[in-house]
Every structure is written in C-alpha cells, then in structure tokens.
C-alpha cells in the first residue's frame, strides 16, 4: 500500500484500518501524522454529535420557519441552525468525562510520588498484562521511561511513562475498569482519553491532545497489527 492509497482508506473510517494500512502506517511517519489529524477531526465530530439538544430548541426553530415570509427567510433560518450547532459543538468541548479528569489530577498531584513510593514493574509483567488486555506497546510509541503499579480510581493501574517526539505522555492500563466507549478531558494543561481495552480501560494523559492522539492511534495499530 503507498500513501495515496493509505489515506484514501484513513479518510473513509480513520478508526477502522485494516492489516495492509496498518502495517503502512507503522513504517510512515508522514501517514502516521495524518492519521493522527484525522482522528482528531473524528473525535471533534463525534464529540458535537454526542452533544444534548437544548431543550424547546425544535419548537422554537419550527415557530421561527412558521413565521419566516420573506423571500431570504431560509437564510436567517439556516443562520439559526448554525448557531445552535457551533453551541452544540462549544458545550460538548467542555464536558469533561469524570475518570479521564481523574488521570489528569493523578498526573498533575499524584504521579511524582507514585513514582517514588511505587515498587518498579518489569517490562515483562508489563507486555504480560497489556497482551492480556489485547494491547501492544510498540517501540514507535517512544522511550519508556518509567514501569510500575499504584492505585488509581479504585483499581490497581499499571502506570508507565513514555517520552514522546511530541513530549512526554502517562498511561495507565487499567485492567479492573471496563469502559463501554472513548472518553476525554481538559483541565489544568493537560489532555486525557480513555479508551476501552479488553476487560479493563486505558488512560492516555498528555500535555496536548495531538499527543496523546498518536499514542492511541500507535496503541491501537499495534493491536490490530498483532491480531491481524
């Protein structure tokens, strides 16, 4: 597969790759950045059509065509529809899922003394844990900088620290914590998403969303590569 090819498919369903596009991905970093854009463009279009539509806003919309005569009147109508999506968008944006908040304050009040408190994991009890959850760390992910274990949200998270190109990104694998869909947060500097793994969840905290994007998208091509 070349790279016209692989973001023809990405375009089409950038979180459905199969085999061939993975496997293209893993070995360009040029493709692997515009996967990462286009997940990004993806999360923002899930995010504003998973957002509430404010209550009386069809009956108030309805009353407003009733009473639209002007021959423009389509125009100030789809005026009003815009608008209320762009607030549909702004609201989702600033919903804030409770667990991926809780990765947030975990890195930004807890993680250095998790650090010094914790006893260090082995990278073989790591790669035994994330297989069993049906992921795979690859080496295109960064340096590991850090492999150990601490409470986190009522379970027992593997916590491991990975330096990036795009600066340094947390993971927690969290296999007691099932989680039906992807989550996310902004607060105090940081980025989080949560995703679902197998019989758990895991958290990906960064200091912006493009890197903790790559992360989950590298965590996610490996996995599939690995299943395929």
């Known amino acids: ?64 065509t009733a009473r639209v005569r002007r021959p423009l ?5 789809a005026a009003s529809v815009l608008l209320a999506a762009a607030i549909a968008v702004a609201v989702a944006w600033t919903r804030n899922d409770a667990l991926a908040l809780a990765g947030i304050d975990f890195v930004v009040y807890e993680e250095a003394q998790a650090i010094a408190d914790a006893k260090p994991t082995d990278l073989a009890v790591l790669t035994r844990v994330a297989t069993e959850m049906g992921v795979s760390l690859p080496e295109q992910l960064g340096e590991l900088r850090y492999m150990g274990t601490c409470p986190f949200a009522g379970a027992t998270a ?32 940081f980025e989080a998403a949560v995703v679902p793994a197998r019989g758990g969840s895991i958290a990906l905290i960064g200091d912006s969303g493009r890197s903790v994007l790559r992360a989950e998208t590298l965590l996610k091509a490996a996995a599939a590569l690995k299943a395929g």
């Open 158 to 189: 593997h916590h491991v620290l990975v330096r990036t190109p795009l600066g340094k990104v947390t993971l927690l694998l969290i296999p007691e914590r099932p989680l039906a869909s992807r989550a996310v947060a902004s607060a105090h500097g």
């Open 1 to 64: 597969m070349n790279c016209l090819e692989f973001r023809r498919v990405t375009l089409a369903d950038p979180r459905r790759l199969g085999a061939e596009a993975t496997a293209h991905v893993e070995q360009c970093a040029a493709c692997r950045d515009f996967l990462v854009r286009s997940l990004e463009t993806e999360a923002a279009l899930t995010a504003a059509l998973r957002a509430n539509v404010p209550e009386g806003l069809r009956e108030r919309l309805l009353d407003r």
């Open 73 to 77: 009147g389509w125009l100030a109508l």
